[in-house]
């Protein structure tokens, strides 16, 4: 059974920084693919960054150069660590298995004065 379980969302001031984690069971992580998506309200979800099995990594436009995502296969978890944070990065962040259809339950990331 294959589990993904978001943390480290919450609520941060513009310019702050947040790093979120994805722990990984049921798979085997170090030949997945991963990325990391967010759903604002009202809007689809999009893809924020991906990083392949051999750590190769892609992002979206809107947050190339602030946020960094990166893996730890001996851990089975994958990180995204968002620095310079903007009100409009507010949404709920999901982890996702790359080509399956598994997704984590999503961790809140608020930014707020």
């Known amino acids: 059974q294959v589990q993904l379980v978001e943390s480290g969302g919450g609520l941060v001031q513009p310019g702050g920084s947040l790093r979120l984690s994805c722990s990984a069971s049921?798979?085997?992580?170090?030949?997945?693919?991963m990325a990391w998506y967010r759903q604002a309200p009202g809007k689809q979800r999009e893809l924020v960054a991906g990083i392949s099995s051999v750590s190769r990594t892609n992002y979206a436009d809107s947050v190339k150069g602030r946020f960094t995502i990166s893996r730890d296969n001996t851990k089975n978890t994958v990180y995204l660590q968002m620095n310079s944070l903007k009100p409009e990065d507010t949404a709920v962040y999901y982890c996702?298995?790359?080509?399956?259809?598994?997704w984590g339950q999503g961790t809140q990331v608020t930014v707020s004065p």
């Open positions: 049921g798979i085997i992580f170090s030949i997945s693919h």
């Open positions: 996702r298995r790359t080509g399956y259809n598994d």
